[in-house]
């Protein structure tokens, strides 16, 4: 089935910086590839996804690139801010897998210093 | 419109008992499925129900199991709880029954815990 490899697993950076996180899959049907952001004790929510016909999109301060000759794809955030800092997730959704199948990434932890 | 919902938030069980956990999709979402998250495996796929039936199934042992009612509600349940059930569990929705390149919404979980 698929694997998706999420790196890192925890990124500090200082408020106005970048940050990039990387994640690969394993499946190449894969075509669907949402990211979502969990705060402490709450739900994951989509932040943005990205689905194979595209190669990056883009909202506010948040963009999302696809390689799919490379199988990868990542998440990056600019001008980070303290309210960003949360786990992130990468997520990668495959014919193959059956309906409704989001294989996930470890997960991220993103901290924004002050 | 309002969110995916689950009830209850917290649980707390002992070995060997089982547990029934519920989800009540977005409105007008018909395809519910079922996540289990630990700090060591992640968030894993459990099933997935849509018009009553259950289209895919995870890699979990035959204690978990589910169904899904006519009005799209969802329920989970695990028998003979172990340690190592001990999760969030999380359920998402999605409005077309597709199934493929769809927006999961999910719902804030039930944080199971078997002493």
């Known amino acids: 089935g698929e694997n998706v490899e999420q790196h890192p697993s925890t990124l500090s950076v200082q408020e106005g910086d970048s940050a990039v996180i990387k994640c690969t899959y394993s499946d190449s049907a894969s075509n669907y590839f949402p990211w979502y952001k969990q705060e402490l004790g709450k739900r994951p929510q989509l932040i943005i996804d990205?689905?194979?016909?595209?190669g990056e999109k883009k909202d506010q301060r948040i963009a999302v690139t696809l390689n799919k000759t490379a199988k990868h794809f990542s998440l990056h955030i600019t001008e980070t801010q303290p309210e960003d800092s949360a786990v992130y997730f990468c997520a990668a959704s495959s014919p193959n897998s059956g309906y409704s199948t989001l294989t996930f990434g470890k997960g991220t932890m993103l901290l924004v210093s002050p | 419109k309002a969110g995916v919902t689950q009830t209850p938030r917290y649980l707390i069980k002992t070995r060997g008992q089982q547990v029934t956990l519920s989800c009540s999709p977005i409105?007008?979402?018909?395809?519910v499925s079922w996540y289990q998250q630990t700090p060591g495996q992640g968030l894993q796929f459990l099933f997935e129900y849509f018009s009553e039936t259950q289209r895919n199934k995870g890699n979990f042992p035959g204690r978990f199991s589910g169904r899904q009612f006519s009005n799209s509600r969802s329920e989970m349940n695990v028998s003979t709880l172990e340690l190592g059930d001990s999760a969030l569990y999380l359920c998402a929705s999605t409005s077309s029954p597709g199934g493929y390149q769809e927006t999961q919404y999910f719902g804030p979980g039930t944080r199971l815990l078997v002493l």
């Open positions: 990205i689905r194979s016909n595209v």
């Open positions: 409105s007008g979402h018909r395809s």
